[in-house]
């Protein structure tokens, strides 16, 4: 079973930039997409970016495009989300995991904090 671990969250300020990390720590990284996802306080959970496994022609939420960029090191089975120009409405825990989510494979999050 793949166990999924965020971390690279921060608080920081708006126009700032944080890269998050996700690391498989056993299992077998996923051959397919991996994504991540964010909830903020009082909403559900949303998608942001998914990656394919050649790491070509992500896809992105709108309220990111042009902002995030995802990427995927398959040899070091890490998904990686660089996030610039951040903004309060950003504030959220991020997840990832594959695309189509599974509902075994969420894990702790991290918190991400943008400050006005």
């Known amino acids: 079973q793949v166990q999924l671990v965020e971390s690279g969250g921060g608080l920081v300020q708006a126009g700032g930039s944080l890269r998050l990390s996700c690391a498989a720590s056993r299992g077998t990284f996923s051959l397919g997409n991996m994504a991540w996802f964010r909830q903020a306080p009082g909403k559900e959970r949303e998608f942001v970016a998914r990656v394919p496994w050649s790491g070509y022609s992500p896809v992105y939420a709108d309220s990111v495009q042009g902002r995030f960029t995802i990427s995927r090191d398959n040899a070091k089975r890490t998904v990686y989300l660089q996030m610039n120009s951040l903004k309060p409405d950003d504030t959220a825990v991020y997840y990832c995991?594959?695309?189509?989510?599974?509902?075994?494979?969420w894990g702790q999050g991290t918190q991400v904090t943008v400050s006005s």
């Open positions: 995991n594959e695309y189509p989510p599974s509902p075994t494979k």
